[in-house]
């Protein structure tokens, strides 16, 4: 009877999500699972370049011998870069190969971490904060005003190849939310880069994209011209004196 009325509560929760807006679950955690296409299927052959392969020895020689599974970030980053930017599921199969687990164990660490791209992405891509502190703080309109201004959904790449726009969990910078990651690949998928854009406004991070298509560099870090890093707006109102140094004790006395 109670796994019965847990079955019904489920079905009904199930529906209820499905009813819900598609613009209000657009910030729901980045794509889990895996879907099939041409350039992305089990099927394809993927191994390491000659030249990668001497790096993977180099990488597996830093672990024990019975700890190889140890490898596997490092593994997946370098099949990202010789991949261009992104990571096929028959590269995390090579991967799992040569650390000899199962490749469900690769999975879950290439859906878990954001810097693993599982589906291309633009020679920049742009990563929107959609923690607590960056969604009070507006991140969900930021998203809107990249996705409006480019003309593509999240995870999509415009036509030109130079942008595409996802999202990333907690970047560490909670006191200049919102805020967004460039990851760069303009240099190469092995010279990428990540920036970080933080107090911004859509109408800034619309700035970032248009500096960034006329080749240029914005300068990284808070974006009000207010602040000084993480400061507050304005500059301080204490701490205004050089801080004084703790008392010297006779720590044989106490």
Same mark, same amino acid.
């Given at each position: 009877?109670? @796994?019965?009325?847990?079955?019904?509560?489920?079905?009904?929760?199930?529906?209820?999500?499905?009813?819900?807006?598609?613009?209000?679950?657009?910030?729901?955690?980045?794509? !889990?699972?895996?879907?099939?296409?041409?350039?992305?299927?089990?099927?394809?052959?993927?191994?390491?370049?000659?030249?990668?392969?001497?790096?993977?020895?180099?990488?597996?020689?830093?672990? %024990?011998?019975?700890?190889?599974?140890?490898?596997?970030?490092?593994?997946?980053?370098?099949?990202?870069?010789?991949?261009? +930017?992104?990571?096929?599921?028959?590269?995390?199969?090579?991967?799992?190969?040569?650390?000899?687990?199962?490749?469900?164990?690769?999975?879950?660490?290439?859906?878990?971490?954001?810097?693993? !791209?599982?589906?291309?992405?633009?020679?920049?891509?742009?990563?929107?904060?959609? /923690? /607590? %502190?960056?969604?009070?703080?507006?991140?969900?309109?930021?998203?809107?005003?990249?996705? +409006?201004?480019?003309?593509?959904?999240?995870?999509?790449?415009?036509?030109?190849?130079?942008?595409?726009?996802?999202?990333?969990?907690?970047?560490?910078?909670?006191?200049?939310?919102?805020?967004?990651?460039?990851?760069?690949?303009?240099?190469?998928?092995? @010279?990428? /880069?990540? !920036?970080?854009?933080?107090?911004?406004?859509?109408?800034?991070?619309?700035?970032?994209?248009?500096?960034?298509?006329?080749?240029?560099?914005?300068?990284?870090?808070?974006?009000? %011209?207010?602040?000084?890093?993480?400061?507050?707006?304005? +500059?301080?109102? /204490?701490?205004?004196?050089?801080?004084?140094? %703790?008392?010297?004790?006779?720590?044989?006395?106490?």
């Amino acid at each position: 009877m109670l @796994g019965h009325l847990a079955a019904q509560r489920l079905r009904e929760i199930r529906q209820a999500f499905r009813q819900i807006p598609q613009a209000s679950r657009s910030f729901s955690t980045a794509l !889990n699972y895996h879907l099939d296409s041409p350039d992305n299927i089990v099927d394809l052959p993927w191994e390491f370049t000659d030249a990668n392969k001497e790096k993977v020895k180099e990488i597996i020689s830093h672990y %024990p011998s019975n700890y190889k599974q140890s490898a596997v970030i490092p593994l997946l980053d370098l099949a990202q870069q010789q991949h261009g +930017g992104w990571l096929p599921v028959s590269a995390m199969n090579a991967v799992a190969k040569i650390i000899e687990v199962a490749p469900i164990r690769v999975y879950e660490v290439a859906t878990f971490y954001s810097m693993f !791209n599982r589906t291309k992405v633009g020679q920049y891509h742009l990563l929107v904060c959609g /923690t /607590t %502190p960056c969604m009070i703080r507006g991140s969900r309109e930021i998203e809107d005003a990249l996705l +409006g201004h480019l003309g593509v959904k999240r995870n999509e790449v415009t036509k030109d190849g130079l942008f595409s726009v996802g999202e990333m969990e907690c970047m560490g910078s909670c006191v200049n939310a919102p805020m967004i990651t460039v990851a760069d690949y303009s240099n190469g998928s092995e @010279g990428y /880069t990540y !920036n970080y854009y933080e107090d911004v406004t859509p109408k800034r991070v619309v700035e970032i994209v248009e500096a960034l298509r006329r080749g240029e560099k914005p300068l990284r870090g808070t974006q009000n %011209p207010k602040r000084i890093n993480s400061g507050p707006e304005g +500059g301080n109102t /204490t701490l205004l004196s050089e801080p004084k140094a %703790p008392p010297c004790r006779d720590l044989d006395a106490c």
